[in-house]
Structure formats: structure tokens, C-alpha cells
């Protein structure tokens, strides 16, 4: 195994003509030049793990039958989280070190076909474990004939230069016995163009909450009563929230009819005419803070996981940017991994941890602090 640093892997990267997608710049995703978004296709693994390996084995040969292999982890994570991480990253740690990956190792990976054991280790673990987008794992052939992406939604995406290169890469697998899929793999699935048209029952648009029923928008003190009651519910929870008690319904009314005095940026999600979300920014009063502002967001639980939270976030950064903000904190519970993993993926980075910072209903738990540095719009 050679480890390959960051700067290496990328000009070698840029010589086979992969270049880190410009309108994704915190995600290091590797696409190629040019515009190449109609030649991704994806695979699904067979429903039976102990099949994956067959699977895995025909999809590397369907990219290179004598390898090497390129392999990273999206953004450049770490590939061990140590044993503070989740239970399922403590696994794949132990897993990606077994296959002799160095702790705190953060580049890229270069294994010979011969490695198989090694590349089969570091691929499941990452297929069955994955959770989150910084466990997106990356493989690229040495002739660059492809980019594979092992998806915590639990399919292989291929991405290729050209629609040769996709063509043969397609008949390859089909040989195998690994079809294009049909349906899409779970319903938070950004449907592809190459699918429509295909029988798709679980396509997110024919839900009865399809995502162009919702919209984002600052909220005014209309909002107020729903404001409070989405406080209320979320707060109850115990769990995600400082909060555990809402504000007073006038406490409400009287924030969001002040919320430009108090240096607060806030949008709401609507279904229909009803929130069901918030996010907020508050900018920090004291002379050489104001650049800073301090973000809290949640969602009723029906409407999680629906991008939602996505969508209210872009909205408040969008807007803090524009407002000359440069430094969005928070402080998030260690085990809420949803809002952790949704913050890695708008760049946020862990600056720090404070210990035993609550102690509720018996429960003890650390607080991350998380910011993300904005450029001048
Ligand atoms: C955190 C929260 C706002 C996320 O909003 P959301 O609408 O569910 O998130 P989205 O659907 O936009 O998901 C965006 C990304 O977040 C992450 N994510 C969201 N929910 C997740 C879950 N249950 N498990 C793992 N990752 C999750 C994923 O990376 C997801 O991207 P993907 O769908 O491509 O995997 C929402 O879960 C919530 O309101 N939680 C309770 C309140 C809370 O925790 N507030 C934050 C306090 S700091």
C-alpha cells in the first residue's frame, strides 16, 4: 500500500483530467472536466451482505482488470475517527486498520491488485458501516477509465470521461450479472435524469409531501405561533436543543417583530402555510465579534430528512454572507450525528469539545463546537 499525500494524489489526479468539482468546493468530490453529470450511473449491492463481495469484485474489474487503485475518503477525512467516534466508526477503524492504513493518516491510498484482501477490507467496511457523507469512500483506477464512489446511501455511483467509457463499464457489470437499477435506493435519493421515465414507486416527487410543496422564507411575526409551537415540539424532545422549555407565545411575537434590532437572520420552512422549520443566525453585539454569529435550527420530526434542514441552511448562510458575517458558530450535542453530519456538509469544522457539558434526565453529554469561516460575497 502506498500512502499518497493530498497535494501528490491531486496533480496526479488533474493529469488524467479529475478535478475537484468547482460548485462543491468543501466536498472534494473528483469529477471530471467538463461537464460529465449525465455520465454517472449507480449500482445497488445484493440484498444478502455475505453477496457484496461479489459484487464489489465485478465492479473492479469492470474499472481495471490489473488495478492499481486509487482510494480517499470525501473532504479528506480522517481515516480513523478513534474511539470517541460513533460505535460504527470505531468499527470501520479497526477495520481500515487492520488493512494497515496509519492513524490519522488523511491522504490517499494507492493498493495493487495484488493487495485484494486489503482493497476488499477498507471497500466493506465502508459499504456496510457508512453512515454519513464523510464515509463516502472514492476508488479510481490507475488509467483514470473511471471515478466509483461507495455512497452511505448504500449504492456504487460510477462516474466516467466519456460515454465510451460508460458504455463498456455497464455491459461489464451487466455480463456480471449487476444490472442498471430501477428504482432509486431509499426516498431522500436525488433522482438522476437517466432514471426518469423508468417505473420508479418510491420517486420523492409522488409522495404527498413533495419537495415543491415546501418553501423557505424569512419569517415575519405571522409566523409567531407556529414559530413557538415548532420551539415547543422540538424542545420537548429533551435531546437536539439547549431548550427544553419553549419561550411564551408573546416572547416569540415580539423576537421576530425585532429581529433585524437584535442582529438575527432568520428564515422558516413552510408546508403549505404551515412551519415546520427554523433556522437562525444572531450576530454577536461586542466590537470585534460582530463579524461572528451564533446558528440554531430545527425541524418537526415528520419533515426530517426530507432536505429540508439543507434547504433552510443555504438560505441563512446565502443571507449572513451577503450581510458581511464571516463566522457562523454553533454548539452541537456529540451524539446528534444528523445535525453533525449535515453541518460537516456545509463545511462546518469541529474547533473543540466541552466535556459533560449537559447532564439531563441521567444522560451526560459533550457539546462540539463547530463554525464555518464564509468568504466576502
Ligand atoms: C438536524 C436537522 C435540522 C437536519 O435537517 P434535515 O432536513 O433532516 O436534513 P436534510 O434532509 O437536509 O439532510 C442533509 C444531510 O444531513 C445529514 N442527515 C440528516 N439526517 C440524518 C440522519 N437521520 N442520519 C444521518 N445523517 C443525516 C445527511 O448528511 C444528509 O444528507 P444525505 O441525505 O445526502 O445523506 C434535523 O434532523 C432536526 O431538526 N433535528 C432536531 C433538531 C436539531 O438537532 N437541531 C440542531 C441542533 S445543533
Redesign the pocket.
Known amino acids: 500500500m502506498d500512502l499518497i499525500p493530498k497535494d501528490s494524489f491531486l496533480a496526479w489526479a488533474a493529469t488524467h483530467g479529475i478535478r475537484r468539482d468547482p460548485r462543491l468546493p468543501s466536498m472534494d468530490e473528483l469529477v471530471y472536466a467538463g461537464d460529465a453529470s449525465d455520465q454517472s450511473r449507480f449500482w445497488m449491492p445484493p440484498p444478502v451482505v455475505s453477496d457484496l463481495l461479489n459484487f464489489l469484485n465485478a465492479a473492479l474489474d469492470s474499472a481495471s482488470t490489473s488495478g492499481p487503485f486509487y482510494f480517499y475518503r470525501r473532504a479528506w477525512s480522517s481515516w480513523h475517527y478513534g474511539d470517541d467516534g460513533s460505535v460504527r466508526n470505531q468499527i470501520v477503524d479497526r477495520m481500515v486498520g487492520t488493512a494497515g492504513v496509519p492513524p490519522d493518516f488523511l491522504g490517499a491510498l494507492r493498493l495493487s491488485r495484488s493487495e485484494w484482501r486489503e482493497i476488499l477490507t477498507i471497500i466493506s467496511a465502508h459499504y456496510v458501516f457508512a453512515?454519513?457523507?464523510n464515509e463516502d469512500l472514492f476508488i479510481i483506477p490507475e488509467d483514470a477509465s473511471c471515478i466509483l464512489m461507495v455512497s452511505?446511501?448504500g449504492e456504487l455511483r460510477g462516474t466516467f470521461p466519456s460515454e465510451n467509457n460508460l458504455t463498456k463499464f455497464v455491459s461489464a457489470m451487466s455480463a456480471k450479472g449487476f444490472d442498471l437499477p430501477e428504482e432509486v435506493p431509499d426516498p431522500?435519493f436525488k433522482i438522476p435524469p437517466w432514471m426518469r421515465g423508468a417505473a420508479l414507486p418510491n420517486e420523492p416527487t409522488q409522495r404527498p409531501d413533495s419537495f415543491s410543496d415546501f418553501t423557505i422564507r424569512p419569517s415575519i411575526p405571522a409566523h409567531a405561533e407556529a414559530v413557538w409551537h415548532c420551539l415547543d415540539s422540538?424542545a420537548r424532545?429533551r435531546?437536539?436543543?439547549a431548550m427544553v422549555e419553549p419561550p411564551t407565545l408573546e416572547e416569540v411575537h415580539s423576537f421576530l417583530g425585532t429581529l433585524a434590532d437584535r442582529g438575527v437572520i432568520q428564515f422558516v420552512a413552510l408546508a403549505g402555510s404551515r412551519v415546520v422549520?427554523w433556522?437562525d443566525v444572531t450576530r454577536k453585539p461586542i466590537e470585534g465579534f460582530r463579524h461572528s454569529c451564533v446558528l440554531?435550527?430545527?425541524?418537526?420530526?415528520a419533515?426530517?430528512?426530507?432536505?429540508?434542514?439543507?434547504?433552510?441552511?443555504r438560505a441563512v448562510l446565502a443571507e449572513a454572507q451577503l450581510q458581511g458575517l464571516s463566522r457562523i458558530e454553533?454548539?452541537?450535542?456529540a451524539s446528534?450525528?444528523?445535525?453533525i453530519?449535515?453541518?460537516?456538509?456545509f463545511g462546518f469544522v469541529r474547533e473543540g469539545i466541552k466535556r459533560s457539558a449537559r447532564i439531563l434526565d441521567g444522560q451526560v453529554e459533550d457539546i462540539l463546537c463547530m463554525a464555518l469561516l464564509l468568504p466576502p460575497p
Do not use: D, F, K
Open positions: 453512515w454519513s457523507v452511505h446511501h431522500t422540538v424532545e435531546r437536539h436543543i422549520g433556522c440554531g435550527m430545527g425541524l418537526l420530526q419533515y426530517r430528512r426530507r432536505g429540508l434542514g439543507s434547504a433552510l441552511l454553533l454548539e452541537v450535542y446528534n450525528q444528523p445535525a453530519a449535515l453541518y460537516q456538509r
